[in-house]
């Protein structure tokens, strides 16, 4: 499994990007989520979403203002940020794996992309 993520850029505050990531490989049955990284931060989960396109669970920090949704047929994940605070700013990698169960924190998400970099001015 290949990830490619694409779609960040720079942005004001209160304003919206969209993130997609497109697989290659059969990833049909896997979860698929968003992690993000803030220069001289660690790594922290954004968001996931099962592979019945469903079931998702977001981080307290992006719930109500982010939206993860996939389209399956064309092996693409998404995620749509909407009033968008500096505090955003960070390099987003999406990842993939056979979870089995709910997607939620912690998990080992065994497939990792390139991240793509979003920075939010203020």
């Known amino acids: 499994v290949q990830l490619q993520a694409s779609g960040g850029g720079l942005v004001q505050a209160g304003g919206s990007l969209k993130l997609s990531c497109a697989a290659s490989g059969r990833t049909g049955s896997y979860s698929m989520g968003w992690f993000r990284q803030a220069p001289g931060k660690e790594r922290e989960f954004v968001a996931c979403i099962k592979w019945n396109v469903v079931t998702t669970y977001y981080a307290d920090s992006v719930k109500g203002r982010f939206t993860i949704s996939r389209d399956n047929a064309k092996n693409t994940m998404y995620l749509q940020m909407h009033s968008l605070k500096p505090e955003d700013t960070a390099v987003y990698y999406c990842?993939?794996?056979?979870?089995?169960?709910?997607?939620?924190?912690?998990?080992?998400?065994?497939?990792w992309g390139q991240g793509t970099q979003v920075t939010v001015s203020s």
């Open positions: 990842v993939a794996q056979n979870l089995g169960s709910d997607c939620s924190p912690p998990r080992n998400w065994g497939y």
